[in-house]
């Protein structure tokens, strides 16, 4: 078990302190383009497949832009953060989810992809850090379970959701090429974070993740809407019906449906300004994230 963040209280404010990322190797991205991630469905929830780039019109700070890379089928390399609500409210699922994500990185994991398994709860833990193994990534998840406070340290004490977005966003997945997403399970229940739900959707959009939140009970639901939606993602209700397992389902289903699309980056865009996205094809809705931050 590897620790991802220490809260510490010793002033006034809060500090988050996060073991080094490892080397992210030889890959690079060209800063010079915008990649984008999107999902097509038609009116009756089913994925479209087959659109040429030109079905699609692709809009940056309201400017039509020229796509210059396209791809049907989404091939680059997936990465998952899969991130479990470990806190008390949702203890009584934790099993079940343990068998549910384990089917999801048998059945959707190929080779190339890669996965991490997160616990957060009052503190957040790496159960699994980044491997494509699937035996590695099934061992780290039977060992995810409640984490009591360490020992004589200060306490932040909580749910710290939106800390380990904005954690696993900054520190673990910016530097990450290809495709990216975070899949939260949670009752969206926030207490104790060091961050906001506003600086968590500045992290996922920074490290281009999508975020997808598999949701238990009635509380928060709203919240974990305004989380996941300006990054592409969407919120899965569990329920008698709608089960785990569909919901892991359904995400599979669409990691493995989306478009590449890219353009060159505009020329006044500065570094660190964020920038509206819009992509739209006809008789078609397109889920794509809100906006990108530039990275130069």
């Given amino acids: 078990m590897r620790w991802l963040a220490v809260v510490l209280i010793c002033s006034a404010s809060a500090q988050v302190v996060l073991n080094p990322p490892k080397d992210a190797g030889t890959l690079t991205v060209d800063v010079n383009v915008v990649g984008v991630y999107c999902s097509v469905r038609d009116k009756a929830g089913n994925f479209v497949i087959g659109l040429k780039k030109e079905d699609f019109d692709v809009?940056?700070?309201?400017k039509k832009r020229a796509i210059s890379y396209f791809s049907g089928e989404a091939s680059t390399p997936l990465t998952v953060a899969l991130m479990i609500d470990v806190s008390g409210s949702v203890a009584s699922f934790l099993e079940e989810e343990k068998i549910a994500a384990g089917r999801f990185f048998r059945e959707v994991l190929q080779a190339g992809d890669q996965a991490m398994v997160i616990g957060f709860g009052a503190r957040v833990v790496v159960w699994k850090d980044m491997t494509q193994?699937?035996?590695?990534?099934?061992?780290?998840?039977?060992?995810?379970?409640?984490m009591p406070p360490p020992p004589n340290a200060a306490w932040r004490g909580g749910t710290q959701l939106y800390s380990s977005v904005h954690l696993v966003g900054t520190r673990k997945l910016r530097r990450t090429p290809g495709r990216k997403a975070m899949i939260l399970i949670t009752?969206?229940?926030?207490?104790?974070?060091?961050?906001?739900?506003?600086?968590?959707?500045?992290?996922?959009?920074e490290s281009d993740s999508?975020?997808?939140?598999?949701?238990?009970?009635?509380?928060?639901l709203g919240e974990m809407e305004k989380l996941v939606e300006p990054t592409g993602g969407k919120v899965f209700s569990v329920s008698k019906d709608a089960t785990l397992r569909k919901a892991f389902k359904t995400i599979g289903d669409?990691?493995?449906?989306?478009?590449?699309?890219?353009?060159?980056?505009?020329?006044?865009?500065?570094?660190g300004q964020y920038r509206k996205l819009d992509v739209k094809t006809p008789k078609a809705q397109v889920r794509v994230r809100a906006g990108y931050f530039v990275h130069r």
């Fill in 133 to 146: 193994s699937i035996d590695e990534l099934v061992a780290g998840l039977a060992d995810v379970k409640d």
């Fill in 187 to 205: 009752d969206g229940v926030d207490s104790g974070s060091a961050v906001n739900r506003e600086s968590a959707i500045r992290a996922a959009q």
């Fill in 254 to 271: 669409e990691l493995r449906h989306l478009y590449a699309l890219g353009y060159t980056l505009p020329e006044d865009a500065k570094a």
């Fill in 59 to 62: 809009r940056d700070e309201g």
């Fill in 210 to 220: 999508i975020v997808y939140v598999i949701h238990y009970g009635d509380e928060a």
